[in-house]
């Protein structure tokens, strides 16, 4: 699921599930039209970045590559 978040400035946030089931919010703060078309439910992705703990588990910003 995916959904625009506002505070300072717009963001949005991508949940994704892990192998295991572990929910990870991907969060995006500029850019925002091009991935809210990129990210697709039922799509597998290859991500990396720096995971932190910011209202659960959470990677700004991150590196992906769309498998399917």
Do not use: W
Request: net charge positive; proline share 1%; hydrophobic share 35%.
């Amino acid at each position: 699921d995916s959904y625009l978040a506002h505070g300072r400035k717009t963001r949005l946030l991508v949940g994704v599930k892990t192998k295991n089931q572990e929910r990870i919010t991907l969060a995006f703060f500029s850019g925002v039209s091009y991935f809210q078309k990129v990210f697709q439910t039922g799509m597998n992705l290859v991500i990396s970045g720096k995971l932190e703990y910011y209202r659960g588990l959470q990677i700004s910003h991150p590196d992906y590559e769309i498998l399917s």
